[in-house]
Nanobody
Framework: VQLVESGGDLVQPGGSLRLSCAAS????????MSWYRQAPGKERELVAG????????NYADSVKGRFTISRDNAKKMVYLQMNSLKPEDTARYYC?????????WGQGTQVTVSS
């Protein structure tokens, strides 16, 4: 399993970013995918999840209405569109897939929201 995130950057409050996760090594189209984030000194938290077909999505309350998760099964990609970014969104963002008892993570991509 390999998950490679990209798209993180320094952005001003109110700005937008689109994170991408390239997946390989497993049956992507049959797998639920998630985005997590971890800020310094805090536990890793679930940001958003999407079912294998893309029909079902869930979000943390803190990002509802601002973030959108999506996927492209043909390209084996999962995305996180982040709008109206706030300083409290600053964190390292990780792509995640759970396959049976195995929980796989990418290396993460840093998002910093600051003026």
């Amino acid at each position: 399993v390999q998950l490679v995130e990209s798209g993180g950057d320094l952005v001003q409050p109110g700005g937008s970013l689109r994170l991408s996760c390239a997946a390989s090594g497993f049956t992507f189209s049959a797998s639920r995918m998630s985005w997590y984030r971890q800020a310094p000194g805090k536990e890793r938290e679930l940001v958003a999840g999407i079912s294998s077909s893309g029909a079902l999505k869930n979000y943390a309350d803190s990002v509802k209405g601002r973030f959108t998760i999506s996927r492209d099964n043909a390209k084996k990609m999962v995305y996180l569109q982040m709008n109206s970014l706030k300083p409290e969104d600053t964190a390292r963002y990780y792509c995640n897939v759970r396959l049976g008892l195995d929980n796989s993570w990418g290396q993460g991509t840093q998002v910093t929201v600051s003026s």
